[in-house]
Nanobody, 112 residues
Framework: QVQLVESGGGLVQAGGSLRLSCAAS????????MAWYRQAAGKQRELVAR???????YYTDSVKGRFTISRDNAKSTVYLRMDSLKPEDTAVYYC??????WGKGTLVTVSS
């Protein structure tokens, strides 16, 4: 059974940084495209960033230049480095393997 476990969320002031981690188990991690989504209160879940098996990346416009997605296949872990955080980045952040598996999410709160 595939499992994704996120960690690294928390409360940070605007302009600060956080690094989220997502540890995968139960699948061949290296062959999966991995992604981070987020869902703010009262809003739909949105794709934040995605990384391919070869390391190619995609970012939604609102985080370009501030967020960096990376992966460590040896550790079956995908990361999301978030810099220059803004209050509008406040959301629950979810890891996804693009095959239907979701983590439980980690809350990121950015205070102004």
């Amino acid at each position: 059974q595939v499992q994704l476990v996120e960690s690294g969320g928390g409360l940070v002031q605007a302009g600060g940084s956080l690094r989220l981690s997502c540890a995968a188990s139960g699948s061949i991690f290296s062959i999966n495209v991995m992604a981070w989504y987020r869902q703010a209160a009262g809003k739909q879940r949105e794709l934040v960033a995605r990384i391919g098996t070869g390391g190619s990346t995609y970012y939604t416009d609102s985080v370009k230049g501030r967020f960096t997605i990376s992966r460590d296949n040896a550790k079956s872990t995908v990361y999301l480095r978030m810099d220059s955080l803004k209050p509008e980045d406040t959301a629950v952040y979810y890891c996804n393997d693009q095959r239907g598996t979701w983590g439980k999410g980690t809350l990121v709160t950015v205070s102004s």
